[in-house]
């Protein structure tokens, strides 16, 4: 996937408008209150502790900073024989704002909405302020 992502941002990157790196998600490698902006698209089905990641993106968020999660919903993953429960978390609205409330995230800081994406796909969208 960071292969993919150079890929895909070569302009951006060559231009010094965007940059990829490879970390650990509970030990992000920039300093505390360093962006605004904050995504995290397909990556909490790895991540084994998500209250610890949401607070290192509230450790490097600046006040008033916004986080955009993406995941697959876990009805749509359940079908998929790459992505059991052995290798991936699954995640449904419920499961979310459980991993919310366990990172001390109040219900008025966040949002999850359901989207449907072709193939029958079913994606789930949290816009958490932080």
Not at 33 to 48: E, G, K, P, T, W
Not at 55 to 67: F, W, Y
Not at 94 to 108: H, M, Q, T, W, Y
Request: proline share 3%.
């Amino acid at each position: 996937m960071v292969h993919a992502a150079r890929r895909r941002l070569a302009i951006a990157i060559g231009t010094g408008r965007a940059s990829i790196v490879q970390s650990d998600m509970l030990a992000l490698p920039f300093p505390n209150h360093s962006f605004d902006r904050l995504i995290a698209s397909n990556v909490l089905y790895f991540c084994r502790e998500v209250p610890g990641f949401l607070a290192e993106c509230r450790r490097v968020g600046r006040d008033g900073a916004r986080l955009g999660i993406y995941v697959t919903s876990k009805r749509s993953m359940a079908s998929w024989s790459f992505a059991s429960a052995a290798t991936h978390r699954h995640f449904d609205r419920a499961d979310l704002e459980e991993v919310f409330a366990a990172a001390g995230i109040k219900r008025e800081a966040y949002r999850v909405d359901t989207i449907s994406l072709p193939r029958g796909i079913e994606g789930l969208i949290a816009i958490v302020e932080l």
